[in-house]
């Protein structure tokens, strides 16, 4: 497409963390090396509810539990699946729309994971487990009045195989997981936010909130990088270079399920880009815009770390409070003044309260401090405004904003076993923070490949 340019098609492997805006570590440690997501069951990752209930432990023990409710409560477990696609699978097997469905959270594609569901009962004759393919597997567990959300979530546990270690000594291992949990772990936005291979979505994130939907369009089929493979970076280039839609109805794969939804739009109507981009589920559509504040957040963070400011509460911040699990409170954000800030450095230090950022949004508060400032002079180099995330032509993708620690809170991490060929973790985070986060610390790897299983020099290994 002629007025769109590509962006990736020059990123190199060491610049992807700098573009998604993670820049700096907190721990000073070499880091254990090594790769996760050589295959599926090296990460497994379930979810654990406030009332207590475990995904996992449900989807293997449990039997259906009689009870009454407008809602089915049901354990998915997927195998190499991404969340979005697999609850697409599901709606289209039950004749519903995905937002329908019910979740806590999107859970790793390369991963065995287990999460909890809703689904509406009247979408089911009787509660009995569906096979939606080879990969999908979703088991009713009881009825329950309402329809699922994020806030319903504890938090998540990780069991994590890193294979090809650099450092195998248990005891230095060890001490990089005792400096994390004195200096804290900064609560970053995941790679698999943006896409490692290809961080497509705050590009066409942008182009959305700038209201140049064509381009956005073009830009989420056709833009491209190296660390693709060589299939799709060919057809990439090619329907960059000819823009045939015939041409690539008939060539792009059935793996580029979303690209393939969007040539599908365009073909049928012609030059609606409107109808073509909602032709997208309503999570990713949102996920787009909101991986734009993501990168914001993200670059934000990681100047206050560079500027040493990390472990530094200052006038002006704003903090929230913490439950016993770890969540923040973000219905109650509390202004840091000169009158209560040595009372707030208690509650921050006793894991009670925790500083925050915004993710921004067009309803986003702003710390007075420097931390905001900060935030302002990294939008100001992204051109963007708070007021551009209310979405003139998609109102539907549109964030208010929200803010989020900028540490994870009330983490855990153990060791599980070490040897020659590999380290495995044990851990648990709070909703909103991810594996990959904690994980880039220990780890430290030379390239972010690293976290799909994948060395640089031998991508097969």
Not at 366 to 393: N, Y
Request: aromatic share 8%; with cysteine; glycine share 6%.
């Amino acid at each position: 497409m002629d007025d769109y340019k590509p962006v990736l098609s020059s990123l190199k492997i060491e610049d992807i963390e700098k573009f998604i805006g993670m820049t700096e570590y907190v721990s000073k440690s070499v880091g254990v090396g090594g790769i996760i997501k050589a295959k599926p069951e090296d990460f497994m990752v379930w979810e654990t509810l406030e009332s207590g209930e475990d995904a996992k432990r449900l989807f293997e023990l449990s039997s259906f539990l009689e009870s009454y409710g407008n809602h089915l409560l049901c354990v998915m477990k997927k195998v190499n699946i991404d969340t979005i696609r697999a609850l697409s699978l599901i709606a289209k097997r039950l004749n519903l729309r995905s937002r329908e469905i019910g979740i806590c959270g999107i859970k790793d594609k390369v991963s065995i994971s287990w999460q909890f569901l809703t689904i509406p009962s009247h979408a089911v004759e009787s509660p009995r487990t569906l096979e939606i393919n080879s990969f999908i597997e979703v088991k009713p567990i009881k009825y329950v009045k309402h329809k699922l959300s994020s806030r319903q979530l504890r938090n998540n546990t990780f069991h994590v195989i890193i294979r090809y270690p650099r450092i195998t000594d248990t005891s230095l291992i060890d001490e990089i997981v005792r400096e994390l949990k004195i200096k804290g772990v900064p609560n970053y936005y995941g790679h698999q936010r943006f896409g490692i291979t290809r961080p497509i979505t705050p590009i066409v994130g942008l182009l959305i909130m700038k209201n140049e939907l064509r381009k956005a369009v073009a830009a989420f089929l056709s833009d491209y990088t190296d660390l693709e493979s060589e299939r799709n970076r060919l057809l990439r280039k090619e329907l960059a270079e000819r823009w045939e839609l015939e041409w690539a109805s008939e060539h792009f794969p059935r793996s580029l399920t979303y690209e393939r939804i969007l040539i599908d739009s365009l073909r049928k109507h012609p030059g609606d880009y409107v109808k073509c981009l909602r032709a997208l589920p309503l999570r990713l559509r949102r996920l787009l815009v909101e991986s734009v504040a993501a990168r914001i957040f993200n670059s934000t963070l990681s100047k206050i770390i560079k500027e040493d400011r990390f472990n530094e509460l200052e006038v002006g911040d704003i903090v929230l409070p913490l439950n016993p699990s770890g969540r923040a409170d973000k219905n109650k954000p509390i202004n840091v003044t000169s009158g209560n800030i040595r009372q707030i450095e208690k509650l921050v230090k006793n894991g009670k309260m925790v500083v925050a950022l915004p993710s921004p949004g067009y309803l986003s508060p702003l710390p007075r401090s420097s931390k905001g400032e900060i935030m302002l002079q990294v939008m100001e180099e992204e051109g963007v405004d708070f007021k551009d995330f209310k979405v003139e032509g998609l109102p539907e993708a549109s964030t208010k904003g929200s803010l989020r620690p900028i540490k994870i809170p009330k983490w855990t991490c153990s060791v599980n076993s070490v040897s020659d060929e590999s380290v495995t973790f044990f851990f648990t985070l709070p909703p909103g923070s991810y594996a990959t986060v904690l994980l880039r610390e220990i780890m430290k790897p030379e390239n972010p490949l690293a976290y799909i299983g994948r060395f640089q020099d031998n991508p097969h290994r």
